[in-house]
């Protein structure tokens, strides 16, 4: 079977029960995007409601069994969605992150849907340990792109960013990382420059790593994505997810981010926020408690990085060297 899911979740249970995962969103903006918001909008979807959601509910139609929907953690947008896909007699599936990062709630949440997918708690540790196993190659890649500058920031967000689902096929994603990383070792490293954090969910906006590499920057640290590729090698499966920050409240994020702009010797933080998207009421907050320069910039539809957003980009990187 065929499983989309709207955000990152303990995907282990899917590959336990011999299902192919996929992250709606991976699906979403690697296709034609716009499109998908115009198709969205053409069906009376809203202007003002975030592109991400009207591109998930689009892709949703695209030959899928069920739907998982993170209900807790992620976006009250998922809700409507999900009710929107229902009404369409699609099967959606809720999973809920506890707001209170709770172990023994996280636990009986991943037990509900160990349940629904006939799959044992020893089954989902086994898939664990194997995706474990790949998340461990990605941390080296992290490691070649802060500490030894072989790989780029526009790569190491593709990578980080697709251990979400792993392409659906652990062991073709294992593969091609493995012949990636023997070539990005080979490399000569790049050129040093000013070196950026970017936070936030993953850009709208295609060409944003393109634009920061012309400009000579060295994106040092991805946040969400490196989440998404469950850096921390936790040994269960509950502690795993509740490790996984972006779920849960700013402050839980910033635990992360902080130690890792001062590790990753960060000179400025760029700021990613969606055009209608809550988190941008979090932003104020990573604004207020990180003590380094910073510029938060701003996506809506899909597409390539505006004039004007290119100019604020060039001003900030002015005040950094
Ligand atoms: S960007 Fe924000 S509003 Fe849009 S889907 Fe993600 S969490 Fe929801």
Not at 51 to 58: P, V
């Amino acid at each position: 079977m065929r499983i989309g899911f709207t955000t990152s979740f303990p995907v282990e249970v899917i590959f336990a029960a011999g299902h192919t995962p996929v992250d709606l969103n991976n699906l979403f903006i690697g296709g034609d995007p716009a499109a998908r918001v115009d198709n969205a909008e053409r069906k009376g979807w809203p202007r003002n409601v975030c592109a991400w959601i009207k591109g998930l509910h689009e892709v949703a139609f695209e030959g899928f069994d069920a739907i998982v929907g993170i209900t807790g953690g992620d976006c009250s947008n998922t809700h409507s969605l999900m009710s929107a896909l229902a009404d369409q007699s699609v099967e959606v599936i809720p999973f809920g992150f506890p707001y209170n990062r709770n172990a023994a709630t996280l636990d009986r949440e991943i037990a509900k849907l160990e349940e629904r997918f006939g799959v044992t708690r020893a089954q989902t540790e086994d898939a664990k340990r194997r995706l474990d196993a790949i998340r461990a190659r990605l941390v080296e890649l992290d490691r070649l792109t802060w500490q030894e500058n072989r790989v780029t920031g526009g790569e190491n967000h593709l990578w980080l960013v697709s251990a979400s689902d792993f392409g659906g096929d652990p062991d073709r994603f294992e593969r091609e990382l493995g012949e990636f990383l023997t070539l990005a070792k080979q490399r000569q490293p790049q050129p040093a420059g000013p070196r950026l954090a970017v936070l936030g969910v993953p850009p709208i906006l295609t060409d944003l790593y393109d634009v920061l590499h012309e400009l000579g920057v060295q994106v040092v640290f991805n946040e969400v994505q490196r989440q998404f590729a469950m850096p921390g090698l936790m040994p269960d499966i509950v502690t795993q997810y509740l490790a996984f920050t972006y779920p849960y409240t700013v402050f839980a994020r910033l635990d992360d981010i902080v130690p890792q702009l001062a590790t990753r010797g960060v000179d400025g933080v760029l700021s990613y926020t969606q055009a209608f998207c809550h988190r941008q009421i979090d932003n104020l907050l990573l604004r207020k408690y990180i003590d380094r320069p910073f510029l938060s910039i701003e996506g809506d539809r899909p597409g390539l990085v505006d004039a004007r957003t290119r100019l604020r980009l060039e001003s900030f990187l002015d005040i950094i060297t």
